[in-house]
């Protein structure tokens, strides 16, 4: 007798696994643990079946219920962001949690859409392919909103810069984000790296893609209308990333063990270049009912959500899906996560109309399936069926796990090992030494190794990029309407204290923002953690999900959509908790956004905030003692509020000429950094805010206490600003001058009088010169 296939034949002869076959074979064995499944999960199935499932049913199953798919463990969490989130703050929402972007109403019937999602796990095991892949299926997301793509931002985390394998992985990412990026004709307006071990063997990518589009262009994935038609258009399905992203970014990187290594997606931007304006030209025809991108989980998902979302059900024709790869089984087909590829509901009056639309760019689009009203998705392969379930059960109604979680047991010993005790330096001479080591730390130093590869001003739209704060689009020529964006976390603060490390990375954000002149609208986050079978991983994500809600709330901004991402572990080392936060804010007028650094003499520079004794988990402390205990800085998100406040009004008086918030690295990088964006130096002195703050001129320079921001505002303009700081309470001190004769020997540069004087020659050199001596120029 031959053993059954997990298709449901035998080895020499295999037969198609239809519905009617699985009702007769109950008792075939199926590599469901293969594919991800628990036995409860598989049994689970069964019970909604009736049955075993066939082969394409588990494919589906398999992967739409996947970590990555279902959001089985992190459902319960995330249910605070709605539920934390008032009406007041919905009042700018169109669209919230739960489809593929968020969209925000920013004024004169003009909105954005934005998300930032993961590519972790095959950015590691494939870094070129795995980059390119995640700004090409966040960019398809954001198409799928009926938006046109405008910006895209990334959120980059390796392992120690030395180590070799960051030598294999950073420079593929970048030129992966890049690469595809540049091709989509996308400004790449900024984003963060970071470096730090605990990424060595999981390395997180975060693309973030903003979209903009007009109120009434918003476009939604069902399908809906009974006989309506089910178009797949783009590329054909091919082989690459059969259960990729799925799969990949649900399970664990076990050191030493057999892991899954399903080939990586392949991505083609000219294709999702041309698909993007050939989907832009179906909208304007109005000729597309519902929409979906393929990205994870590929046709799975695609049929399923639609069907889930509509309100009827589904037949579709899997033989007629275009293949590169005819030699592809019905499962793969299912499963197959090629890249550039849509699916739409059309009418059938429609058709031609669509298809004329298709032909012109030269997209292929096949018709494979039909709305219908018998609630099942039904998927026929050459004349038989082979899925017949009911859609909610495969796309919103998977597994819901309450995790165990439990604050971990050794988190009091690394909160009592504070930084108090490290060495300081005190004298000048040792001060002046500290800041150029500093600023030529692998978190500090200049990105311009990595930015100097994307093209950040293409379309002509940017008014703002990398190294400033925030990323600035100009959304409406017209006006000037336009919106600022900045992603941000600090994963050793949340190592501390995830609660206050989420909160952290939203203050962070937000200060970005409003450094840029624009009014905070709306959070999307990408969540990086552990296993969340683990539960000192799950008390970490529980703490950073209600942390960053709580922020949300206090600060009135909703969360508008984002990402998870879970088994960020190499066997039982995770990563430090990431949760990566982005922020969008409204710019009335992009010609009033203020950059970073300053650019004239004799302008006044202000510190505003207030600073505390806070180096636990900062840059100093890991940069000089490779220190990490203690508790992170307070977090106070009413004086953020306030502090945003202050900055946005000065922005639209003109009050000031530059703002850059004081985070990683201190006042020290503040300085350096504002002096370096345009080669124009500083003479600033610290004895006021010593004296206020009751701090020494080390912890004035390094401390990363938050709410802080250095501003360069004019001289005929001092009065009004220090009135408007007086109005909301808000405490500044003026520090120095903008001065061009502040470096050695009258040239550029950085004094801090009674300390040090630093040449601009010499801050560029130690700030510029790290990356290229890692990867070459």
Not at 265 to 270: E, I, K, W
Not at 395 to 418: F, I, S
Not at 489 to 505: H, K, V
Not at 642 to 649: K, M
Request: aromatic share 6%; with cysteine; glycine share 12%.
């Amino acid at each position: 007798m031959s053993t059954p296939t997990p298709s449901g034949g035998t080895p020499s002869g295999p037969t198609l696994d239809t519905v009617e076959h699985a009702a007769t074979t109950p008792d075939v064995v199926q590599p469901y643990r293969d594919l991800g499944l628990k036995e409860d999960e598989y049994d689970r199935i069964r019970e909604i079946l009736g049955r075993r499932p066939t082969s394409s049913e588990l494919a589906m199953y398999s992967v739409m219920w996947s970590e990555h798919c279902s959001y089985k463990s992190s459902k319960v969490h995330l249910r605070q962001f709605g539920d934390k989130t008032t009406e007041e703050m919905r009042s700018k929402l169109l669209v919230g949690i739960g489809e593929n972007a968020g969209v925000i109403d920013i004024g004169n019937g003009w909105a954005v859409t934005f998300k930032v999602e993961s590519h972790n796990h095959p950015s590691f095991v494939e870094p070129y392919q795995g980059a390119a892949t995640g700004v090409g299926g966040i960019v398809r997301d954001i198409i799928s909103m009926g938006a046109r793509p405008v910006a895209v931002m990334d959120s980059l985390r390796f392992g120690d810069l030395h180590h070799p394998d960051t030598q294999r992985v950073a420079p593929g990412v970048v030129a992966g984000v890049g690469g595809y990026g540049n091709c989509l004709g996308l400004a790449n307006i900024g984003g963060e790296v970071a470096f730090d071990p605990c990424y060595q063997g999981n390395p997180l990518v975060n693309a973030l893609a903003l979209g903009v589009l007009r109120h009434d262009e918003i476009h939604l994935a069902n399908a809906t209308g009974l006989g309506n038609l089910v178009v797949l258009f783009g590329a054909r399905t091919g082989g690459d990333g059969i259960g990729g992203a799925s799969i990949l970014a649900s399970e664990t990187f076990e050191e030493g063990g057999p892991t899954k290594r399903p080939a990586v997606q392949v991505g083609d931007p000219f294709a999702e270049k041309v698909l993007i304006e050939c989907c832009l030209e179906l909208f304007a025809a109005e000729v597309v009912t519902g929409i979906q991108d393929l990205g994870a989980a590929g046709l799975s998902c695609a049929f399923s959500e639609l069907a889930s979302n509509g309100d009827g059900g589904m037949l579709a024709m899997l033989d007629d899906v275009p293949l590169r790869d005819p030699s592809l089984r019905p499962e793969e087909i299912l499963m197959s996560e090629s890249q550039e590829r849509m699916m739409a509901v059309v009418r059938p009056a429609d058709l031609d109309t669509f298809l004329a639309i298709t032909t012109k760019w030269d997209v292929e689009a096949t018709v494979v399936g039909e709305v219908t009203d018998t609630g099942r998705l039904v998927v026929r392969w050459r004349g038989q069926t082979i899925v017949d379930v009911p859609p909610r059960t495969v796309a919103h109604e998977g597994p819901v796990y309450h995790r165990p979680y439990a604050r971990p047991a050794w988190l009091d010993a690394r909160q009592a090992d504070t930084p108090d005790a490290l060495p300081r330096p005190s004298s000048g001479e040792d001060l002046r030494a500290l800041v150029l080591r500093m600023v030529g730390s692998p978190n500090l130093c200049s990105r311009a190794w990595v930015t100097d590869q994307y093209d950040r001003y293409v379309r002509g739209n940017t008014a703002l990029a990398m190294p400033d704060d925030a990323g600035v689009v100009r959304v409406d020529e017209e006006s000037g309407l336009g919106v600022a964006i900045a992603m941000d976390c600090n994963g050793r603060f949340g190592a501390l204290d995830p609660y206050e490390g989420a909160r952290l990375a939203l203050a962070e954000a937000y200060r970005n923002v409003v450094t840029a002149g624009a009014r905070p609208a709306g959070v999307t986050d990408c969540l990086n953690f552990g296993s969340p079978e683990h539960p000192d991983s799950m008390w970490q994500f529980e703490r950073a999900v209600t942390g960053l809600a709580d922020g949300c709330l206090e600060l009135g901004i909703p969360v508008t959509g984002g990402n998870v991402s879970f088994y960020n572990s190499t066997g039982d080392v995770a990563i430090h908790p990431t949760p990566v936060v982005g922020v969008l804010g409204v710019l009335d007028d992009v010609a009033r956004r203020t950059p970073s650094g300053w650019r004239e003499a004799g302008q006044a520079v202000y510190l505003l905030g207030t600073t505390r004794e806070e180096l636990a988990g900062s840059e100093w402390a890991w940069v000089e003692h490779a220190h990490l205990g203690g508790l992170p800085p307070t977090v106070d998100l009413g004086a953020e509020r306030t502090l945003g406040d202050v900055l946005v009004a000065a922005a639209h008086e003109g009050l000031v000429s530059a703002a850059h918030d004081v985070s990683d690295g201190g006042l020290a990088q503040t300085l350096a950094e504002a002096c370096l964006r345009y080669g124009v130096g500083a003479r600033v002195r610290l004895d006021e805010v010593c004296a206020r703050d009751g701090v020494t001129p080390f912890v004035a320079l390094f401390a990363e206490s938050t709410a802080r921001a250095v501003v360069a505002v004019p001289a005929d303009r001092e009065a009004r600003f220090a009135d408007l700081c007086a109005a909301h309470g808000y405490p500044l001190a003026r520090i120095g001058t903008v001065d061009d004769a502040a470096g050695p020997d009258g040239g550029q540069g950085l004094t801090v009088e009674g300390l040090f004087t630093l040449s601009l020659e010499e801050l560029a050199a130690a700030h510029t010169g790290t990356l290229p001596a890692v990867f070459g120029v």
